[in-house]
């Protein structure tokens, strides 16, 4: 089967250049700073879209943490499980439900290390970025 990748590598060099008119900063750092900002979009995204997605983030203490998780409401319903809050989540957090804790989880956008895999919603695809 054939890897799809599921970044887009224009989209993130033109942030990078935009970034790095508007900054003066280096190549390196433009790069670093638009890739984790595409990263955690996509990942926003298919969080919605995808029925289990499954990626690598850092903890506050500093170890990196597996998680599988969606916010597709069928797969969330399915667990028994709704948000216990009614206001909006903040833009800094990155929130999902974790299908292996049964509970909603959350952490900083920032801190999103790499998205492993994607299984849609209809399951007949399973998307592997690298």
């Excluded at 003066?24 to 926003?44: N, T, V």
């Excluded at 998780?69 to 399915?78: A, L, N, P, R």
Aim: aromatic share 10%; charged share 30%.
């Amino acid at each position: 089967m054939k890897k799809q990748r599921i970044y887009d590598m224009k989209k993130v060099a033109t942030v990078a250049h935009r970034y790095r008119r508007m900054t003066g900063c280096s190549w390196a750092m433009a790069m670093a700073a638009s890739w984790s900002r595409h990263k955690e979009e996509k990942l926003r995204e298919l969080l919605k879209t995808c029925a289990s997605v499954s990626f690598i983030y850092r903890k506050v203490d500093g170890t990196l943490r597996p998680a599988t998780g969606t916010k597709v409401k069928s797969k969330v319903e399915q667990h028994k499980a709704t948000p216990k809050g009614t206001g909006r989540s903040s833009e800094k957090v990155v929130t999902y439900f974790d299908s292996s804790a049964n509970g909603w989880r959350c952490f900083r956008r920032h801190h999103l290390h790499r998205i492993v895999s994607v299984v849609t919603v209809n399951e007949d695809k399973d998307y592997r970025p690298f």
